[in-house]
């Protein structure tokens, strides 16, 4: 078959045998022949997932791949596109289907297909699956959110980070899975492409240098059953950190104190750039080239408006040597750049036109100052003060309204507010910053007594855990905004309990984090 570029009009072929399989299975129910391939082997090892819910639609994802861990990173599929029914209904028996269509899976997206399923009915459930090749997918949950100009009572959703799958058994997803949820957003490091092994689970490769290796990655990562689940739970807000491409990357530049890649950096990141996108639930056409813009906003009635960053693409290199320490010669340079000018730009616009309750800053890297002693993580906002305080300045001026900075990265929980003078520490609180531990990834054991101590008797720091895995659970009302820390037992056994280890609540109008 010809690669065809998925956004090219169907040809009349393509199109007669599309609209004859729908109507095909449209009319014969869960029994659905969409003929040509056949494949032995059931597909959907991958799971499903939906993403990025608007109130009248959300992007429905799947990925065939019977084989998921083919070294060539295919997935086990043959060199062909493969059409995928998709079937959205109000009812897990799918007795009362309301959109149903066919895409078409193509290698060279990995047999990934991405669905924008539109005229749905705002703020409802609906239930989705896909069949192809002869075989029929799990059933995954989705929920559109709520017109921008209604006034929900309430959002509850889940913030997660860092998931490295050597370290730890995924039973935080197990435990998102059990909470009832409208969303989750996860805020970076899905994968890590190192080749580190961990305690409980091999990468099965090392360090990744190509398209096949981060392919071979994601179809490790998206294996893991508690993953599936929690993705089949509710609809995902993905964006990236570093772990995505390469650790500490900035911009265009790879870690200097790292093994050059076998790849020229800009290729690799295109590479990943490209993989991230044919396994996640987002609403973006496919990459081309090494640039891909996902930052963007999304709001929840006029409670919430969420502006979903990139603090990796456009950022400047780090200074001083990217390395945990004193600061050196020169710091701060006022010129480096977190986001770029042009998402900065759209960061302000899209808050100075926000009329909701919260806004939201989901991001990766801890944006509140976090000095341990003199030493400074120069991948945190600490790195690029100036950018830091623009943003500061940006939201104390134009006085935006209860404004919450989500974040991970760090593997460890955190709550604390940014004061007015984000030198001296001083001064009353502007916005509260919410840390979600890793879901597996752990803080090095050495330092985590000593952070903590340091950390949590910051001024303006609250609460600093580098103990347990877990993720934030938040019930955002009219009101108030109730942040529950969820730490699980364990990483290293397949099972876990989980309960709660603190629980802070921001009131409308007072944006420091009180004890629950
Ligand atoms: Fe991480
Ligand atoms: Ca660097």
Redesign the pocket.
Known sequence: MSRRDLRAPLSRREFLHLAMTTAAVAGAGAACDLGGLVLADWPFTLGVASGDPLADRVVLWTRLAPDPLAPDGAGGMPDQTVPVFWEVAHDEAFRQVVRSGAAIAHPSLAHSVHVDVNGLAPDRWYFYRFQAAGHVSPVGRARTFPRADAAPALARFATASCQHYASGYYTAHAAIAQEDLDFVAFLGDYIYESGANGPVRSHMSGRIESLAGYRHRYGLYKSDANLQAAHLLCPWIVTWDDHEVAN???GD?F??NATPPLLPFLELRAAAYQAWYEHQPVRLLPPKGSNLRIYRSLDYGDLARLMVLDSRQYRS??ECN?VLGPECPGFPDPDKTMLGAAQEAWLFDGLAASAARWNVLAQQVVFAPTPIGDLRNFDQWDGYPAARQRIHDFLQGAAIRNPVVLTGDIHAAGAGWLPTDMVQLTGPALATELVATGISSTFPAALAQLAKDIIEALPHVDFFDPFGRGYVRHEVSRDEWRADFRVVSTVTEPTATVATATSFVIEDGNPAPQPA
Request: glycine share 0%.
């Open positions: 500490n990357y900035a530049s870690d200097v290199d780090q990217d």
